[in-house]
């Protein structure tokens, strides 16, 4: 079966959520210390930074996205209703969320917000192509 786009940018999504994973870990042992970290966790954690902060948050919302995102792009992808529609809109929301972690990182308020708009925009293209509305 060809994966398409969709399935080329679902499972670059995969890599995407596994770096995110990766480098808000890395932020945050850098924080909080590696003794805390290979601890068993049972007192509170030490404060983290902004950075990891964000990063940690930038993880969160990637999360929250993604698994509607993998239905979506499954469905189009076993219904057979890849289109032009469905490819653009992997497409956006990939490369949406990807730029999304270092905007985020850097603090740039309203510009993440817009990132993730076009994320959710480029989710919903994809979603309409597995109702076979696009």
């Known amino acids: 079966m060809d994966m398409g786009m969709e399935g080329t940018m679902l499972l670059w999504s995969v890599v995407l959520g596994l770096v995110q994973i990766l480098i808000a870990s890395m932020a945050v042992n850098k924080d909080v210390g590696l003794p805390y970290n290979?601890?068993?966790?049972?007192?509170?954690?030490?404060?983290?930074?902004?950075?990891?902060?964000?990063?940690?948050?930038?993880?969160a919302n990637f999360r929250e996205t993604f698994g509607l995102f993998a239905v979506s792009v499954i469905l189009v992808m076993l219904l057979h209703r890849q289109s032009a529609t469905s490819a653009i809109g992997a497409q956006l929301y990939f490369w949406a969320r990807l730029v999304y972690v270092p905007v985020?990182?850097?603090?740039?308020?309203?510009?993440?917000?817009?990132?993730?708009?076009?994320?959710?925009?480029?989710?919903?293209m994809v979603l309409l192509a597995a109702f076979g509305a696009a």
Not at 39 to 51: A, M, Q, Y
Not at 107 to 117: E, F, K, P
Not at 118 to 124: D, E, F, K, T, Y
């Open 38 to 59: 290979l601890s068993s966790r049972d007192e509170t954690s030490p404060p983290v930074g902004k950075v990891a902060g964000r990063l940690v948050r930038a993880g």
């Open 104 to 124: 985020y990182a850097l603090g740039i308020a309203v510009v993440r917000t817009l990132i993730w708009a076009i994320s959710i925009a480029g989710l919903v």
